[in-house]
Structure formats: C-alpha cells, structure tokens
C-alpha cells in the first residue's frame, strides 16, 4: 500500500511539472515578434534533396513564384545521391531562377549525417546573408522568403518558421488528420517555448540563420554524426552559442506546408529517425524532455493499474483530466496563431495512441537505426 501511495504521489508531482511546463510554453505564444526589419537581405535557399523525383516539382513550382527581388536571392539544390531522376528534374528547373545552382554529392564521409552533409557543402557555397532551408517536398507561399526576412533585427541570429502537414487529398484520411494534429502540437510547442526563451524544437522545412552567426558556433558541431537533428539540435547550438535572439514567425505568409508520411509503417520510420538526436539534447532541454516522458509512462501504469482495480479510476481520471485540460487550452490558443482550426476535433480519438508513440518510439530509436 505504501509503494502505491508512493507511486501516486510521484505521479501527481510529474503532471504538476508538466502542467507547469505547458503553462510556460502558453505564455511563451503571447510573445508577439514585432517586425521592423525592412532591409532586403540578399537570402540563400538551400534544399537537399534524396531520391525526390515525385516531390521536388512542388517546391520548384512554388519557389519561383516568390515575390521577393529577384536579384537578392539565389536557391542551391543539392542532389545528395539520388538514384531516380532527381538530378535531371533539377537541372531542367534552374532555368527558372535568376541566381540558381546545383550540387551533386556522390558519398559521404563515415560518421556524418547525410542529411546535415548535403545542407552545409550548400551552405558553404551560399552568397546570402540569410540562409533559408526547406525540404523536397513541400510547397511554399509566395511570400515565404520576405516574412522570413522581415524578422531579422539586427539582434535576431535565427528565425523559426511553422511547417504543417498537407490534409489534402491523398493526405486526407483520418489517420493523416491525426498526423497532422500532432504536428501542429509540435509547432505549438516550437513557438511557445522559443517565446519562453528555451527554444526545444523546429521544423527543417522552414529554418533559417544568419550565415556568419553560423560560421561562428561552429556550425553543427558534433552534432553532425547524429542522423538527423539538422534542425532541433542546430537550434540548441545558437542558443548557447549565438548571443541573439530566437524567434518564431507565426506569420501565415510563411507557412510551409510539406507531406506526411503516407502509410504507417512510413511514419514509424520516419519518427525512429526524428528520435535518434534526443540524448544529444543540451542538459536542460533533456530534464524538460525527461520530466515529460516519466509523466506519460506514469500515466500508461496508471491506465494498466485501473485495468485491474477499479479503485485508481478516480486518480487516473484526475491526472487524464489535467492533462487534457492543459493541452486543449495551449493548443486553441496556438490554433488561432496558426490557423488550424480543424484539427482539435482529433485530439481524443488520438489520445491513447498518442500515450503509446511519446513512451515506445524513444526505445525502438536506441535498438532500430534508420537511413537519411
């Protein structure tokens, strides 16, 4: 009896931590970037792409219809070993753009993440200021490049943007609409806790970073063996290293959306890659990530529990009951900063599913390696 109450005092002590930190990341959305740069920085769009022969015509065909000068931005497309007709569509397209080049990588060097390879030989050859980085697959609003300039003050090092899956047609099956909803969560989280000062997340697909400021952390540091985390664990190097701010573009002329995965099997391999950077998480970051991650196995015990003693229902009522309280609130007030407002309507159906992948995906990341 007296492990129980222990195991339940416990319990309580992880959901007031992570109700605590959704409040913080709550208050961190009201932090509104007031933009006031009206400089046209001369911008570098980098684009590393692997085997996307079916998916690269959607970033062309919206990259070239930017409505910012012409002559103050250039793409660089990296071909990062493709063995389809990438390179070919590429090339075709360069014709497109009045400052436009292509990079073939053939291999990479032992112990370093493809990935993080191909986006620096492009950032290394980038003319901009700013670098802007999206993916292969992901269509862009005419007005992505000067949104994402307009936040660089002079003490701005790095500009977050929000990447939001496709819902539409093949993406709009109710498994893609819960895929999307917890994407939107992740974007949510990105901003509330960049305005709370300790940026946790991003998205790749919509990332961007003063070249010089770049150049003096060290780039990507260590971090480049890690498999992925081109975008999370880049971000935790600026805020260590880079005396500037960090800011979230909430703005929806930045929107970059870009596929999920199509089927299930996709996802899960998709998110054992995303995992593989957690335990290169500075120190604070992982005692965030650790709190939440011992909140949820607490609470699937406590589902386990019930199943056999119907006593702990009213605990695990509680605890279910703050948690989707503090999750519904944060995520209806980033609803109206992001313009999802069709998405929450999935959050319970979501909610046991959701229990399993924060608690298991963690584990099969150590055991299961996957590939960029």
Request: glycine share 4%.
């Amino acid at each position: 009896m007296l492990n129980m109450t222990v195991f339940l005092f416990i319990t309580f002590v992880f959901t007031i931590c992570y109700v605590y930190l959704i409040i913080l990341a709550y208050l961190g959305l009201s932090k509104e970037i007031i933009k006031t740069n009206k400089k046209n920085l001369f911008v570098s769009v980098i684009i590393p792409a692997h085997n996307s022969e079916n998916t690269i015509g959607s970033v062309i065909n919206t990259l070239k219809n930017q409505t910012y000068p012409d002559d103050l931005w250039e793409v660089i497309f990296i071909d990062d070993r493709s063995e389809d007709n990438t390179k070919k569509l590429i090339q075709k397209s360069l014709k497109n753009f009045k400052n436009s080049s292509l990079i073939s990588v053939q291999k990479v060097g032992k112990g370093v993440s493809p990935k993080k390879n191909a986006l620096l030989q492009g950032i290394n050859k980038a003319k901009g200021e700013i670098i802007l980085t999206t993916d292969s697959d992901t269509i862009l609003p005419e007005n992505w490049i000067q949104s994402m300039v307009r936040c660089y003050d002079n003490d701005v090092c790095m500009v977050l943007g929000y990447a939001p899956y496709r819902t539409d047609a093949p993406f709009d099956t109710f498994f893609h609409k819960i895929l999307a909803l917890e994407y939107f969560a992740m974007g949510a989280v990105s901003a509330g806790s960049c305005g709370a000062g300790l940026p946790l997340t991003s998205f790749g697909a919509n990332l961007s970073f003063r070249k010089d400021d770049f150049l003096k952390i060290g780039g990507y540091g260590e971090t480049i063996k890690i498999l992925s985390g081109d975008d999370d664990l880049l971000v935790h190097r600026f805020n260590k290293l880079c005396n500037k701010k960090i800011v979230f573009n909430t703005s929806g002329q930045s929107h970059v959306k870009t596929d999920p995965p199509l089927d299930f099997k996709s996802f899960l391999r998709q998110r054992i890659r995303f995992s593989s950077k957690h335990f290169a998480y500075p120190f604070n970051a992982k005692v965030i990530m650790s709190a939440i991650y011992m909140f949820h196995i607490n609470l699937l015990l406590l589902f386990v529990l019930t199943l056999f003693n119907l006593k702990f229902l009213p605990f695990l009522l509680l605890i279910s009951g703050l948690k989707s309280i503090a999750e519904l609130i944060f995520l209806h007030r980033s609803k109206k900063l992001f313009s999802e407002r069709n998405l929450l309507k999935y959050y319970f159906p979501a909610f046991i599913p959701h229990l399993f992948y924060v608690i298991f995906i963690p584990v099969i990341a150590q055991i299961v390696s996957e590939k960029w």
